[in-house]
């Protein structure tokens, strides 16, 4: 038996609980997995607290992302023992997911966890760190470098853009952080900003073209706040569009595109091929600090991570949340 959050579907209803489940009823796969860490993302909040239909198939283990010790495998690339890593693949969507003590997964799903990183600093990094990395590098194959000029990152306090910054500082860049919550100034300027201005300034409808204010951006908002970054990239910019904290609308026009030759680069981590993965955690790996980690996690429980969640949605939790299903 192991412990996991269960989510079942009552009527419209989405009820979250802790169970004990058999492994007998994991899902199939040829790699099982002894779950050390797992995290709470913005995706898995939706899940818990029913806010939207991220999950496809019930009852449902919730989790996108998980780092563990192999226990069982019959795939060639892992053996028992193996330290590995899982971020996406719709696990904890489509399939039960991280936050339990175990996970089966078709081992193609996995990576190894990469060298100087413990399973800890792997989830403290977790899809965020990820995602915050396949952005960064998103902007320097476009051409973005840190000589090109100041980068915007949106939603400062969060996972994604904590981990932006941070990484973009660490390479020399320009950093201007948006955030709702200014009074935590001080803790993004630890992180590396250079910049700290407030989120309101982006959140409305605004003119199509803007006064030109940074060259490249990295957006885990959407909405009007990702269609006013565009109407304010230089010319040749690059926005790199991650997420939808303000909403999944993009309410736009080509103005910026056609006539500044913006480029707007999405960015999907689910999905991934594994050679992007691998590059993303080859360079997390050599640049995140364990500073940076302690200065941007905190951990909960399996049984703390239900409440946890609502808090995640309200925007009450800085940084990112990992939590230890075996506490
Ligand atoms: P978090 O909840 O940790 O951070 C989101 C941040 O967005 C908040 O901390 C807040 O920052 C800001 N925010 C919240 N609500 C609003 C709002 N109404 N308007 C403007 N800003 C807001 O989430 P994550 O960092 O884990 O994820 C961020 C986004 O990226 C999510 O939408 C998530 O779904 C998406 N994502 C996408 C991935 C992909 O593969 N493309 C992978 C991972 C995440 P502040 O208080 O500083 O303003």
């Known amino acids: ?52 239909p991220v999950v496809r198939t019930w009852p449902m283990v919730p989790g996108i992302d998980f780092s563990g010790t192999v226990e069982v495998s019959t795939n060639s690339r892992f053996g028992v023992g193996d330290k590995v890593v899982l971020n996406g693949w719709g696990v904890g969507e489509n399939r039960w997911g991280g936050l339990a003590q175990k996970a089966r997964v078709p081992g193609e799903f996995l ?59 660490k390479r020399g860049y320009h950093v201007i952080a948006s955030t709702g919550r200014l009074e935590e100034t001080t803790r993004l300027q630890g992180l590396g900003a250079a910049e700290v201005i407030d989120r309101q300034s982006l959140a409305d409808k605004g003119k199509p073209l803007q006064k030109e204010r940074w060259v490249g951006a990295i957006d885990s908002v959407g909405s009007y706040t990702l269609a006013n970054i565009c109407a304010a990239t230089k010319y040749g910019g690059v926005v790199a569009a991650c997420g939808l904290a303000q909403g999944m609308d993009f309410p736009a026009t080509v103005a ?72």
């Open 111 to 169: 990576i190894p966890l990469p060298k100087g990183l413990s399973a800890r600093d792997a989830m403290a990094i977790g899809t965020a760190g990820y995602t915050a990395m396949l952005s960064v590098q998103a902007l320097e194959r476009a051409g973005i470098l840190p000589n090109s000029g100041d980068i915007l990152v949106t939603g400062a306090n969060g996972g994604v853009g904590s981990f932006a910054i941070a990484i973009l500082a």
């Open 1 to 52: 038996m192991f412990k996991a959050i269960l989510l079942e579907q009552e009527g419209t209803q989405t009820k979250a609980r802790i169970a004990q489940l058999d492994e007998a009823q994991l899902p199939e796969g040829d790699v099982t997995v002894a779950v050390e860490y797992s995290t709470l993302n913005y995706k898995d909040g939706l899940a818990i607290t029913g806010k939207s």
């Open 256 to 327: 910026p595109f056609i006539l500044r030759g913006v480029t707007l680069a999405g960015i999907d981590s689910v999905n991934a091929p594994l050679a992007k993965r691998l590059a993303a955690w080859g360079s997390l790996a050599q640049e995140i600090d364990t500073k940076i980690i302690d200065a941007i996690v905190s951990q909960v429980s399996l049984e703390q991570a239900i409440p946890t969640a609502s808090l995640l949605l309200e925007g009450r939790i800085k940084g990112r949340v990992i939590v230890d299903p075996n506490l």
